[in-house]
């Protein structure tokens, strides 16, 4: 079963406005992971927090957990026509935990 | 560059063709993955190859045949290939197979089975 589920799908706005993404998980997890990947290409790790982290920070992105409600967001501040990508979230499956298992993504566009 | 290269990026082969995929790492991890990406679906884990021994065959068809000669490549044999198998394939690598790590993806290979 998917682990990861991102919300909303699809998401458009405005270059230099925010864009958060939000992913919700169903068990326990020791990580969960964002990436992006531009159309076509493969995927790249941003971030990585682990569980008993509340809050990290990379340049413009900001990634929340929250545990008890089983969910992460990402937040793009300041957002970048180059942003223009598809946003994942990933989480160790329980079972077999050398899988790391991908939601379906948020297909984030910036307008200039 | 993540350090993770594959070749070709584009194929397009017949269903009665044999074909090989590529991967090759160089940022010295012990783990590799074939990852299958369609349109409109979720990524799909195929195989997990830790230290050159594969750990992992997520109900894979036969006819997708993983090779790991060595902890830096990867190949994915093909042979009678569906339509339906046309998608993007990824290889990734990371420094175990653990989901604690994150992974580092190559470029895909845009596959077309006509």
């Known amino acids: 079963s998917q682990q990861g589920e991102e919300d909303p799908q699809a998401l458009s706005i405005q270059e230099g406005e925010n864009a958060t993404m939000n992913c919700s998980y169903k068990t326990s997890i020791n990580n969960l992971q964002w990436y992006r990947q531009n159309s076509g290409r493969g995927l790249v790790h941003l971030i990585l927090i682990r569980s008993n982290e509340r809050e990290k920070h990379s340049g413009r992105l900001r990634v929340t957990l929250d545990t008890s409600k089983k969910s992460s967001s990402l937040l793009i501040t300041a957002s970048r026509a180059a942003d223009t990508a598809s946003y994942f979230c990933?989480?160790?499956?329980?079972?077999?935990?050398?899988?790391?298992?991908f939601g379906q993504g948020t297909r984030l566009t910036i307008n200039p | 560059e993540t350090g993770v290269t594959q070749t070709p990026r584009h194929l397009v082969m017949g269903m009665t063709n044999k074909k090989s995929l590529k991967c090759e790492q160089h940022l010295g991890h012990n783990a590799m993955y074939w990852y299958k990406q369609s349109a409109k679906k979720p990524l799909e884990l195929m195989f997990v190859?830790?230290?050159?021994?594969?750990?992992e065959n997520n109900s894979v068809p036969s006819r997708f045949s993983p090779e790991c000669p060595n902890s830096s490549h990867l190949f994915l044999h093909l042979h009678t290939l569906q339509p339906e198998d046309s998608a993007l394939y990824l290889c990734?690598?990371?420094?175990?197979?653990?989901?604690?790590?994150?992974?580092?993806f190559g470029p895909g290979t845009r596959l077309t089975v006509t």
């Open positions: 990734a690598s990371s420094p175990a197979a653990s989901g604690r790590y994150e992974q580092y």
């Open positions: 190859y830790n230290f050159k021994e594969q750990t």
């Open positions: 990933a989480t160790p499956r329980v079972q077999g935990a050398q899988k790391l298992v």
